[in-house]
């Protein structure tokens, strides 16, 4: 089973509103990754969990705080968005070979 | 900083051509790199992985190869066909391995016409 199951697929979300993404995976994967991606764009990497630790955050806004409860589960809370961080969010796992499995994302839409 | 960049922005072939896509990175010193294909709309498929310490790599229809001195990755494509019609992603991720980044290209969008 080579899946990461993002959930919602799709999410629309007032500037006001408190929402989280989910990710989860059973690959036995230590490495927990998210990325947004803008239309046209390629991901750009957000964070790195690396055993259940924060271990990469890429300057992004307090607005966004990662959460990995355990090593299956990678969750992304969202508070007072704005509506450029309208997005594609992906969530991937790496094993020790380091590939890299996305899944299918969550399109946010902020109003 | 690692750049990665792949030409042409978008490319529209035949039914049936073998064709080639590009990719180049600034910093050889990289774990590995990887082949993604993404749809519209849609998440990331990887599609190959080749080591640092490979020169190429094969899944059906599908080859890659790395020449990490000179900074480069080609995706060989056979006999194309439409339902190849996607977006190609190049990544290099960093020399740490697990905790390091992918760092992208902006992708090659490709269309095979039938």
């Known amino acids: 089973d080579t899946e990461v199951t993002q959930t919602p697929k799709h999410l629309v979300m007032g500037m006001t509103n408190k929402k989280s993404l989910k990710c989860e995976q059973h690959m036995g994967h230590r490495a927990m990754y998210w990325y947004k991606q803008k239309a046209k764009k390629p991901p750009e990497l957000m964070f790195v969990?690396?055993?259940?630790?924060?271990?990469i955050n890429e300057s992004v806004p307090s607005r966004f705080s990662p959460e990995c409860p355990n090593s299956s589960l990678l969750n992304l809370h969202l508070h007072a968005l704005q509506p450029e961080d309208s997005a594609l969010y992906l969530c991937?796992?790496?094993?020790?070979?380091?590939?890299?499995?996305f899944g299918q994302g969550t399109r946010l839409t902020v109003v | 900083k690692q750049e990665v960049t792949q030409i042409p922005a978008a490319l529209s072939v035949p039914e049936g051509e073998n064709l080639v896509l590009n990719c180049s990175f600034t910093d050889s010193a990289i774990y590995n790199l990887q082949w993604f294909r993404q749809d519209p709309g849609k998440g990331l498929t990887s599609l190959l992985l080749i080591q640092s310490s490979q020169r190429e790599q094969t899944s059906g229809r599908l080859n890659a190869s790395l020449d990490k001195s000179s900074g480069r990755s080609t995706l060989y494509i056979a006999a194309s066909q439409p339902g190849d019609s996607a977006t190609y992603l190049c990544?290099?991720?960093?020399?740490?391995?697990?905790?390091?980044?992918?760092?992208f290209g902006k992708g090659i969008t490709l269309s095979v016409r039938p």
């Open positions: 969990y690396s055993y259940e630790k924060l271990s």
């Open positions: 990544a290099v991720r960093g020399p740490t391995g697990a905790n390091s980044k992918l760092t």
């Open positions: 991937a796992s790496g094993g020790g070979s380091t590939e890299a499995f």
